[in-house]
């Protein structure tokens, strides 16, 4: 007891015996929230950023949104609405275009979505488009993350497929006035120039309005 | 690590940790809230949190830096252990007790650490110096300087107390 090992030892030894500890359910979910707040901050950081150009494109192509029949299989009258949103940038270029449906209940129904364009540099191979959505509803965060081939390097193109559409449509879906950002992933990007050539991919955003 | 994985290194650890946090630290409260919530953020980082394969470790560093963290949120100009609860939180100590908490609440908390590290957790001098990120020279010099300030309260001399 006098030396100071044990004086240590018997110190710690009271204080884990009083120690009461959490459930590890509790534990884990307030891990889970943890984790869910440092993605959601992270994201919408980075969204809040997009948002901003992504609103101003949107507010100069609001006359060019058209829209097109419903399909045999609507019932809630709506029409479908199809955005195409054009990013340019020295060394390449996007369109991104996405049909969807305004349910009227806060849902986003995607019919399709698809891009293309045009990059000086090759993307990365095997390249994968990422789809990345985030918001906040009734204090929690939902973000939406979805992968999709893409074909060609410097002329590339890819689309989400429909059983992706109808698993997302069923699951989660988009929400209105969400930002949906679309990532390429490019290497060496540094060698363009330009606003958007500072993260290592092609980033394009639309607001679902 | 896994959802199972995790619920026995937690149940197994967690009152371990605690011990030893108390000891870096000097409070009980401040101890077990630290330690639960570095096993938060642990399980919120699951996927990498044992990357190096030492948990315990991690979780202990972690736990160390809430706490320190802590306190330097609600520092007034006084030091650590000033601001820990008093001795009478300790169930029935006994005089010596008393007397060794007092005096381990006196030495620098960094040398407390090494201390603690060393002749609780049973690490290395180079496993303490990986721990906390300082040369394994500076380790010693805590360690010796920890101990020297302890030796008074002790009943053996600090000769006896030897570094590897």
């Given at each position: 007891m006098s030396d100071l090992n044990d004086q240590l030892m018997h110190l710690a030894t009271d204080a884990a015996g009083r120690a009461r500890p959490a459930a590890v359910t509790e534990v884990i979910r307030r891990g889970n929230r943890r984790r869910t707040r440092?993605?959601?901050?992270?994201?919408?950081?980075?969204?809040?950023?997009?948002?901003?150009?992504?609103?101003?494109?949107?507010?100069?192509?609001?006359?060019?949104?058209?829209?097109?029949?419903?399909?045999?299989?609507?019932?809630?009258?709506?029409?479908?609405?199809?955005i195409t949103e054009h990013t340019t940038s020295p060394g390449w270029?996007?369109?991104?275009?996405?049909?969807?449906?305004?349910?009227?209940?806060?849902?986003?129904?995607?019919?399709?979505?698809?891009?293309s364009g045009w990059s000086k540099l090759g993307l990365k191979r095997p390249a994968d488009a990422t789809i990345s959505a985030s918001r906040l509803y009734s204090n929690k965060a939902?973000?939406?993350?979805?992968?999709?081939?893409?074909?060609?390097t410097h002329d590339f193109s890819g689309e989400l497929s429909p059983s992706l559409i109808k698993s997302f449509n069923s699951n989660r879906g988009f929400a209105a006035t969400e930002i949906v950002t679309i990532n390429l992933p490019v290497p060496n990007l540094d060698k363009i120039s330009g606003k958007h050539a500072s993260s290592g991919s092609f980033t394009t955003g639309l607001v679902l309005i | 690590m896994d959802r199972d994985e995790f619920t026995t290194f937690y149940t197994t650890t967690f009152h371990r940790l605690v011990g030893q946090l108390y000891a870096m630290t000097g409070d009980q409260a401040e101890a077990q809230d630290a330690v639960q919530e570095a096993f938060v953020r642990a399980w919120s980082r699951h996927g990498r949190f044992n990357r190096d394969g030492a948990p315990e470790s991690w979780i202990r560093t972690t736990a160390w830096r809430i706490a320190v963290s802590r306190w330097r949120r609600r520092r007034d100009g006084g030091r650590l252990m000033r601001l820990a609860a008093p001795a009478e939180t300790v169930p029935g100590p006994t005089p010596d007790r008393v007397a060794f908490t007092e005096a381990l609440r006196k030495v620098p908390a960094e040398q407390r650490r090494a201390i603690v590290l060393y002749h609780l957790c049973d690490l290395t001098i180079d496993q303490i110096a990986a721990e906390t990120g300082v040369p394994a020279g500076t380790v010693k010099a805590r360690l010796a300087r920890g101990r020297a300030a302890l030796t008074p309260y002790l009943r053996e001399t600090a000769a006896s107390l030897t570094i590897e």
């Open positions: 440092t993605i959601t901050q992270r994201s919408v950081s980075g969204l809040c950023a997009l948002g901003i150009g992504a609103a101003a494109i949107l507010s100069t192509m609001a006359g060019q949104h058209s829209t097109g029949q419903a399909p045999a299989a609507s019932g809630s009258g709506t029409k479908l609405t199809t270029n996007m369109t991104t275009t996405v049909t969807y449906r305004d349910e009227r209940n806060g849902r986003i129904q995607i019919y399709s979505l698809t891009f939902s973000i939406a993350v979805i992968q999709m081939k893409v074909k060609g | -």
